[in-house]
């Protein structure tokens, strides 16, 4: 299994970014799909999680403000993040359990004016 996640970057208070991650090595239609995120001195901390028939959560902080989305047909999933506040700045991951969990390599966020 691999995850290759992207769509990091930098921006304003206020603004979106939208991050994506391409899983390979699986069933992707039937795996339900995470991201999580770490800033430094935190531990890593879910933020949004879809199953694999699109049932979604979102951890309170992002509710509103964040959809997570799968293509199946491309193996992709999403993080659509929309009013960006600097605590969102953070290493986002995906992740996803397929016989044991497996993460991606990371994608920084980084919010400030």
């Known amino acids: 299994v691999q995850l290759q996640a992207s769509g990091g970057g930098l921006v304003q208070p206020g603004g979106s970014l939208r991050l994506s991650c391409k899983a390979t090595g699986m069933v992707f239609s039937r795996s339900a799909m995470a991201w999580y995120r770490q800033s430094p001195g935190k531990q890593r901390e879910l933020v949004a999680n879809?199953?694999?028939?699109?049932?979604?959560n979102y951890r309170d902080s992002v509710k509103g403000r964040f959809i997570i989305s799968r293509d199946n047909a491309r193996r992709l999933v999403h993080l659509q993040m929309n009013s960006l506040s600097p605590e969102d700045t953070a290493v986002y991951y995906c992740?996803?359990?397929?016989?044991?969990?497996?993460w991606g390599q990371g994608t920084l966020v980084t919010v400030s004016s």
């Open positions: 879809i199953s694999s028939s699109g049932t979604t």
């Open positions: 992740s996803t359990f397929w016989g044991r969990t497996y």
